[in-house]
Nanobody
């Protein structure tokens, strides 16, 4: 089992920055991908950014050039640096970890942290 705890959300004005953190605890064996998703009211949860154990990074097109995902393996922590925030970035942000075992995929989720960007 993997336990994920997010921190760093809050209220910020448009153009501002926030950094989210996600610390993992429990069994990290086989965790291949860590990432961030977000869900705005009335919308589906969407991938924001992900990073694999090999260092491959993927961003949603809407955040490229503004958001940066990084990790500190020693701390089992993944970060999401968010710059040039706009009201469209307002959402609950969820930390995610994926474990692959053969063809079986297991997703683990944090409790979510609210990010609100005011105009």
């Amino acid at each position: 089992q993997v336990h994920l705890v997010e921190s760093g959300g809050g209220l910020v004005q448009a153009g501002g920055s926030l950094r989210l953190s996600c610390q993992a605890s429990g069994s990290s064996f086989g965790i291949n991908t860590r990432g961030w998703y977000r869900q705005a009211p009335g919308k589906q949860r969407e991938l924001v950014a992900s990073i694999t154990s090999g260092g491959s990074i993927n961003y949603a097109s809407s955040v490229k050039g503004r958001f940066t995902i990084s990790r500190d393996s020693a701390k089992n922590t993944v970060y999401l640096q968010m710059n040039s925030l706009s009201p469209e970035d307002t959402a609950v942000y969820y930390c995610n970890a994926v474990r692959f075992s053969g063809s079986w995929r297991s997703d683990y989720w944090g409790q979510g942290t609210q990010v609100t960007v005011s105009s």
